[in-house]
């Protein structure tokens, strides 16, 4: 007890002061959609960082924040998930997200070896463009053990690519002739070839806003999108295989499952499914909408604590490759969503 206390005591300063970043992250965020509050944040902490001052008081809270605080922000993730409207929406979109988590992944894995790129920013990258951008990231940062500069770098080269896509898609849709009579095409689209969630938000309300289509496109993009996540489940499960398993090959012994598998992700499959269970029951996905936000929440307060331990001029000097490789898998996801919906006849 006294060590948990002492433990608390020792967390409470770099905690406080990633809570305080995050909260005015979160305010930008929602005033500026389009970057959201979890890039707010991490360029926030990076700023502070650069001065000189006395971090040591703060080291174990901003430590916690960006791990534990992460792992509880990817569990509350899963009370969004009815898992009845991911396979009902997965029925139609399923091949296009397959087909394009499936390509981003190998495109990563490709320049990896063609470009000599550490593989945790790799991965991270591949990971977070063929998914959900800083959710799985943030789920699969700590299973393969990646530093803070890795998630990051990441999570900027992410949200690089998000903002254009947002402000470019759009304009693309109309060009190459999307229906603009409903939001599905459209919609099936931004779900498949943005990133993260602000970003599908912003690109499917621009598209509903255009052609007055209330929330079609929003809905359509968002389920879709929603769908993505749950690839986090496998991925990291492989990931988390794969780690353990080199791992435990230096020091010759055979991976325990307990080393295997990431608990939180466990807990991630338990969240969704009580959701589902409760809506099946007769309940409103409503009730979960606290823990949905607080997730958001959790997420960013762990970038505040990600960017405090960044050095922005590493990430600066180091930053020409993992965007290289971060462009490649955004175009390879965005040429395969349009020729799956095409071959479809979806669009």
Not at 90 to 104: A, E, F, H, K, M
Not at 122 to 127: F, K
Not at 166 to 192: H, K, M
Request: charged share 10%.
């Amino acid at each position: 007890m006294k060590h948990s206390i002492s433990d608390m005591k020792a967390n409470i300063r770099g905690l406080l002061l990633c809570i305080i970043i995050a909260i005015f992250s979160w305010i930008l965020g929602e005033r500026f959609p389009i970057v959201g509050g979890p890039v707010f944040a991490i360029l926030a902490g990076m700023i502070i960082e650069m001065f000189h001052w006395n971090r040591g008081p703060y080291k174990q809270g901003i430590t916690f924040a960006s791990k534990k605080v992460l792992h509880w922000a990817v569990i509350l993730l899963g009370f969004g998930l009815n898992l009845n409207v991911v396979i009902e929406t997965g029925r139609q979109s399923l091949p296009i997200i397959l087909s394009t988590i499936t390509v981003s992944l190998i495109v990563a894995y490709v320049l990896h070896y063609v470009m000599k790129t550490d593989t945790h920013i790799t991965t991270l990258i591949g990971v977070g463009s063929s998914i959900c951008g800083g959710s799985a990231i943030a789920a699969t940062a700590p299973v393969i053990k990646s530093n803070h500069h890795d998630v990051a770098q990441a999570i900027s080269i992410i949200f690089i690519f998000n903002v254009i896509a947002a402000l470019v898609f759009p304009t693309l849709g109309q060009l190459i002739g999307f229906d603009t009579t409903s939001g599905e095409a459209f919609g099936i689209f931004a779900g498949t070839a943005v990133n993260d969630t602000s970003s599908v938000t912003a690109c499917a309300s621009t598209w509903d806003s255009l052609f007055n289509l209330g929330s079609q496109t929003l809905d359509k993009a968002i389920t879709v999108k929603l769908t993505r996540t749950l690839a986090i489940i496998p991925i990291t499960l492989f990931l988390a295989y794969h780690t353990a398993k080199k791992e435990h090959h230096h020091l010759d012994k055979k991976p325990s499952l307990k080393s295997m598998f990431p608990m939180f992700i466990l807990y991630f499959i338990f969240a969704s499914l009580i959701t589902t269970i409760v809506i099946h029951l007769g309940g409103s996905i409503t009730w979960f909408a606290p823990f949905k936000l607080l997730s958001k929440f959790f997420i960013v307060i762990a970038m505040a604590g990600i960017g405090l331990n960044t050095d922005i001029r590493r990430l600066i000097r180091t930053g020409g490759k993992p965007i290289i490789i971060g462009f490649s898998c955004w175009i390879s996801i965005s040429i395969v969503s349009l020729i799956m919906q095409h071959i479809m006849h979806i669009w």
